[in-house]
């Protein structure tokens, strides 16, 4: 069984910075695009930031300057690095990652999502 596991979050300042972290485990060949969303409170999950390999990543206009995607593959962890937060910065985040159980057999799995508040 493949998991997902986010974690890292929790309540900053504006101006502060907090990392995330996905975690995947479990029975896997490889792991393949792990996407970052994020979602607030009555609004729909957005895109945030993928990475397709450790070199391959990409952040989506809104927090390009403020927000890093990377990866590690042999410990198969994502991390979102995100420098000065803001208030509409609050949402649930999620990670969701193409997980192969072989060549050419993928899967979509997400992760229960970690809230991240930013305090004024």
């Known amino acids: 069984q493949v998991q997902l596991v986010e974690s890292g979050g929790g309540l900053v300042r504006a101006g502060e910075s907090q990392t995330l972290s996905c975690v995947v485990s479990g029975n896997f060949f490889k792991v393949g695009a792990v996407d970052w969303y994020r979602q607030a409170p009555g609004k729909q999950r957005n895109l945030v930031a993928t990475?397709?390999?450790?070199?391959?990543?990409r952040v989506v206009d809104s927090v390009k300057g403020r927000f890093t995607v990377s990866r590690d593959d042999v410990q198969n962890v994502v991390f979102l690095m995100m420098n000065s937060l803001n208030p509409e910065d609050s949402a649930a985040y999620y990670c969701r990652g193409l997980i192969f159980k072989a060549p050419g057999d993928s899967a979509v799995y997400w992760g229960q999502g970690t809230w991240v508040n930013v305090s004024s």
């Open positions: 990475t397709q390999t450790a070199t391959i990543t």
